[in-house]
C-alpha cells in the first residue's frame, strides 16, 4: 500500500561489526533508500532506519582476536558502518548502535518482561550445534559435509543451561497471518518458503547465553546473572527502540502501532528470524506485527556470497572512490537484482556508468542543453503544433514509464523501475535521431528569409521542448536511484527543484518554459584501472546497455 494518509516504517538489517562493512551490505542500505525516496514521492510520510548490532558473541570473539576491549572495537566498525551510508549517499531518519544508544536496553527489557508475563520464556537445559557465524543453534540437517553452508566452518558442541521461548505456542497464530498476507514476505517465494516451514511445526528455541561463552558481552538476563539475553532477541528489538518503545510515544504511534505499512528489509539468511521469530515474539509481547518482509538476494562473486567471513569482501568505499557516488548507486539499483543473488563485477560496473550514463543520459542532456542554450532566441515552451507520430510515441513512451517504475517499487523489483527509466532514455534518444534538431540548427543558420527562420525556430522549439520534458520526466523518475544525479538534471533545465519531491511531476505534457543553463558533464568518464588481458571490448554486455542513438556532438 502506498498511500499518503498511511505512514510507512521501513528498516534495514542491523549488521555485526566484528568487521568493516562489504557491497552486501550497500545493496541493503541503497534499496532502502531508494524504497524510502520513492514512497515519500508517493506522498507517504516515511520512516527509515539503520544501525548495528553490537552484542554479538562473534564481536566479542574478534574484539579478543584483536587485543581490544569489544566496546572499542564495535565502536570503531560501529562509525565505520555509519559512514558508508554518508558515502552511498543514504539518507536515515533515525540510526542505532545498540551498545551506547540510551534506548535500546530499555527496550529489550520490555519485550522479555512482556514475554515472560505471557509464560512464554522458561529455563532448559540443551545440547546442540551452535554456528559462531549464524549466532544459531543449527540442526544437523542443515550442514553439509559437516560445514555451515553460509559461513563453511564447522559449528561448536554446546552443552548449557538458557532460556526458551516458547516458539510452538505461536504456530498458528502465525500460520493464519501470513495466508491472509497481513504479513506478507517479498518476494512469492519466500512467502511459501516461510509458510512450509512453519507448517511443518516450530519448536522452542533459546533466547540467552551463558556469561561464560559470551564472553561477558550483552545485556544480562533479569535475576539471572548467569545468562546473557540471545543477540537476536536483543537485536530485533531495535525495530522498537528507534521509535522510542517502550515509551507510548507519538513517533511509536504513528510508524507503529497504527502504521499503514511497518516493513523490514533484510537479507535472504535472515528471513527466519525475522519471519517467524521476531512476529512471534511480538505476538507474545501484545504488540502489532511487521507488514512485510521484504527480502533481498545476495551479492555473489563467481557465485559465492561476499561475506567477511569468507574473506572476499569488496570494498564498497573504493567503489565510491573510484566510481563515484552515482555509478556505485546505478549499477547497484540497476545491475543486481532486487531479490535474487547477483555477481557483483567491477568491470561491468565502470561499463554501466560510461556506456548507459555517460553515453546515454550524460550525452543526451548536455547536447540538448547546448543546443537550447546556442539559440537562445528560441522559446522552450510546449507551443500549439500538432502531435506528431514520434512525439506521441515519447509521450506515450513517458505515460507507460510512470506506470512501469511504480509498479516495479510496488513490486519490490527495483531493477525493474530503474530499467524502464533508461528505456525512456533510450526513446528519447531515439526521437532526438528522428527529429534531427542539430540538421535544424544548421537549416535556421542558413534560412533564406525572415519568415522560413521563424517557421524552423518554431520546429526547433517543438523538438527541444519535448526533449527537455522527458529529460525532466526522467529526473523525476530517477531521483530515489540517483538523487544528486537528478538535482543537476533539474537544475541543467530550469526547474524548480520541488519537482523531484513529487511523483505526479512526472506526468509528461505540463505547459511549462525550461531555461537551460550550462554546466560540466553530467558523468564525466574517469580512467580505469583494468585487471591483465582485459580490454573494454571484452567486457561482458549488460542487460539494456546496447549503445542507442544519442544526439551528435556539435
Known amino acids: 500500500m502506498n498511500d499518503a494518509n498511511f505512514p510507512l516504517f521501513v528498516s534495514s538489517a542491523i549488521p555485526y561489526v566484528n568487521a568493516t562493512p562489504h557491497v552486501g551490505h550497500a545493496l541493503e542500505l541503497l534499496l532502502g533508500d531508494a524504497l524510502s525516496r520513492h514512497a515519500r514521492q508517493r506522498g507517504r510520510e516515511v520512516r527509515f532506519t539503520g544501525g548495528t548490532d553490537d552484542h554479538s558473541t562473534?564481536?566479542?570473539?574478534?574484539?579478543?582476536?584483536?587485543?581490544l576491549p569489544t566496546s572499542e572495537l564495535v565502536r570503531q566498525h560501529g562509525e565505520t558502518f555509519r559512514r558508508l551510508a554518508d558515502a552511498l549517499g543514504v539518507h536515515f531518519d533515525d540510526y542505532v548502535h545498540t551498545s551506547r544508544d540510551a534506548r535500546h536496553a530499555p527496550c529489550v527489557y520490555e519485550l522479555w518482561r512482556r514475554c515472560l508475563d505471557a509464560g512464554d520464556l522458561y529455563p532448559s537445559e540443551y545440547r546442540g550445534l551452535y554456528c559462531a557465524g549464524c549466532e544459531a543453534f543449527v540442526a544437523e540437517t542443515e550442514l553439509v559435509d559437516g560445514l555451515c553452508v553460509a559461513h563453511r566452518e564447522a559449528p561448536e558442541l554446546v552443552a548449557e543451561r538458557n532460556w526458551f521461548f516458547r516458539l510452538s505456542r505461536y504456530q498458528a497464530p502465525l500460520l493464519a497471518a501470513l495466508?491472509?498476507?497481513?504479513?506478507?514476505?517479498?518476494?512469492?517465494?519466500?512467502?511459501?518458503?516461510?509458510?512450509?516451514?512453519?507448517?511443518?511445526?516450530?519448536?522452542?528455541?533459546?533466547?540467552?547465553?551463558?556469561?561464560?561463552?559470551?564472553?561477558?558481552?550483552?545485556?544480562?538476563?533479569?535475576?539471572?546473572?548467569?545468562?546473557?539475553?540471545?543477540?537476536?532477541?536483543?537485536?530485533?528489538?531495535?525495530?522498537?527502540?528507534?521509535?522510542?518503545?517502550?515509551?507510548?510515544?507519538?513517533?511509536?504511534?504513528?510508524?507503529?502501532?497504527?502504521?499503514?505499512?511497518?516493513?523490514?528489509?533484510?537479507?535472504?539468511?535472515?528471513?527466519?528470524?525475522?519471519a517467524v521469530y521476531w512476529p512471534a515474539i511480538l505476538l507474545s509481547s501484545g504488540?502489532?506485527?511487521?507488514?512485510?518482509?521484504?527480502?533481498?538476494?545476495?551479492?555473489?562473486?563467481?557465485?559465492?556470497?561476499?561475506?567477511?567471513?569468507?574473506?572476499?569482501?569488496?570494498?564498497?568505499?573504493?567503489?565510491?572512490?573510484?566510481?563515484?557516488?552515482?555509478?556505485?548507486?546505478?549499477?547497484?539499483?540497476?545491475?543486481?537484482?532486487?531479490?535474487?543473488?547477483?555477481?557483483?563485477?567491477?568491470?561491468?560496473?565502470?561499463?554501466?556508468?560510461?556506456?548507459?550514463?555517460?553515453?546515454?543520459?550524460?550525452?543526451?542532456?548536455?547536447?540538448?542543453?547546448?543546443?537550447?542554450?546556442?539559440?537562445?532566441?528560441?522559446?522552450?515552451?510546449?507551443?500549439?503544433?500538432?502531435?506528431?507520430?514520434?512525439?506521441?510515441?515519447?509521450?506515450?513512451?513517458?505515460?507507460?514509464?510512470?506506470?512501469?517504475?511504480?509498479?516495479?517499487?510496488?513490486?519490490?523489483?527495483?531493477?525493474?523501475?530503474?530499467?524502464?527509466?533508461?528505456?525512456?532514455?533510450?526513446?528519447?534518444?531515439?526521437?532526438?535521431?528522428?527529429?534531427?534538431?542539430?540538421?535544424?540548427?544548421?537549416?535556421?543558420?542558413?534560412?533564406?528569409?525572415?519568415?522560413?527562420?521563424?517557421?524552423?525556430?518554431a520546429q526547433l522549439s517543438h523538438v527541444l521542448w519535448r526533449l527537455c520534458e522527458s529529460l525532466r520526466v526522467t529526473a523525476v523518475l530517477l531521483a530515489p536511484f540517483l538523487p544528486e544525479a537528478a538535482e543537476k538534471i533539474i537544475a541543467r533545465l530550469g526547474v524548480p527543484s520541488a519537482e523531484l519531491r513529487d511523483l505526479s511531476a512526472a506526468r509528461f505534457g505540463a505547459p511549462r518554459r525550461f531555461r537551460p543553463r550550462s554546466g560540466a558533464a553530467l558523468f564525466p568518464r574517469r580512467p580505469r584501472l583494468l585487471a591483465a588481458g582485459d580490454a573494454p571490448s571484452t567486457l561482458p554486455q549488460l542487460q539494456g546497455a546496447a549503445p542507442g542513438p544519442v544526439l551528435p556532438s556539435s
Open 179 to 274: 495466508e491472509r498476507d497481513a504479513l506478507r514476505v517479498e518476494p512469492r517465494e519466500r512467502h511459501r518458503e516461510v509458510v512450509s516451514f512453519v507448517r511443518a511445526g516450530l519448536t522452542d528455541f533459546s533466547v540467552s547465553r551463558s556469561h561464560l561463552r559470551a564472553r561477558g558481552w550483552g545485556l544480562p538476563v533479569p535475576n539471572d546473572p548467569t545468562q546473557v539475553i540471545y543477540v537476536w532477541f536483543d537485536a530485533l528489538a531495535n525495530y522498537l527502540s528507534l521509535l522510542s518503545f517502550p515509551k507510548q510515544s507519538e513517533i511509536f504511534s504513528r510508524f507503529w502501532s497504527e502504521a499503514g505499512g511497518r516493513e523490514h528489509l533484510i537479507g535472504k539468511d535472515v528471513l527466519r528470524f525475522h
Open 287 to 457: 504488540l502489532p506485527l511487521p507488514t512485510a518482509i521484504k527480502t533481498h538476494g545476495f551479492v555473489t562473486a563467481h557465485g559465492v556470497k561476499i561475506g567477511k567471513s569468507l574473506g572476499n569482501t569488496v570494498d564498497p568505499f573504493e567503489l565510491v572512490e573510484e566510481h563515484g557516488v552515482s555509478a556505485v548507486r546505478f549499477y547497484f539499483l540497476r545491475h543486481l537484482h532486487s531479490t535474487k543473488d547477483s555477481d557483483f563485477d567491477r568491470l561491468r560496473l565502470a561499463q554501466s556508468h560510461d556506456t548507459e550514463l555517460a553515453g546515454k543520459l550524460g550525452n543526451l542532456l548536455q547536447r540538448t542543453v547546448a543546443l537550447a542554450l546556442r539559440y537562445p532566441e528560441v522559446t522552450l515552451c510546449a507551443g500549439e503544433a500538432a502531435e506528431s507520430e514520434d512525439d506521441r510515441a515519447l509521450r506515450e513512451a513517458a505515460e507507460s514509464t510512470l506506470v512501469d517504475v511504480k509498479s516495479g517499487f510496488d513490486d519490490f523489483a527495483l531493477h525493474r523501475s530503474l530499467g524502464a527509466i533508461f528505456e525512456l532514455v533510450a526513446e528519447t534518444n531515439r526521437y532526438a535521431e528522428s527529429q534531427e534538431p542539430w540538421t535544424l540548427s544548421r537549416t535556421l543558420l542558413a534560412a533564406k528569409t525572415p519568415q522560413a527562420a521563424e517557421d524552423l525556430r
Open 58 to 67: 562473534k564481536n566479542a570473539r574478534a574484539a579478543e582476536a584483536r587485543g
